[in-house]
């Protein structure tokens, strides 16, 4: 399953790409891709599991980055 979602408060472009690398080691996870520019994240993940996926992936970004929001 692919699916895009919003960033909100992504300040920096390096910021952006630790986050999308952490994101592809995440277990579950097919490809994603962090866009500093147009603030948005695409994650596809696999369809079973796609929720525990996208908490993991929120769990991971507030490490990179504490104020970033994921909008679901």
Same mark, same amino acid.
């Given at each position: 399953?692919?699916?895009?979602?919003?960033?909100?408060?992504?300040?920096?472009?390096?910021?952006?790409?630790?986050?999308?690398?952490?994101?592809?080691?995440?277990?579950?996870?097919?490809?994603?891709? @962090?866009? +500093?520019?147009?603030?948005? %994240?695409?994650?596809?993940?696999?369809?079973?599991? +796609?929720?525990?996926? %996208?908490?993991?992936?929120?769990r991971v970004c507030k490490k @990179?980055?504490?104020?970033?929001?994921?909008?679901?």
């Amino acid at each position: 399953m692919k699916k895009k979602f919003k960033l909100v408060d992504l300040d920096c472009a390096n910021c952006a790409a630790k986050m999308e690398g952490a994101i592809k080691k995440i277990d579950g996870v097919n490809d994603a891709t @962090v866009s +500093f520019l147009t603030q948005k %994240l695409t994650l596809d993940a696999e369809d079973a599991r +796609f929720e525990a996926v %996208l908490d993991e992936v929120v769990r991971v970004c507030k490490k @990179v980055e504490p104020d970033c929001q994921i909008v679901r």
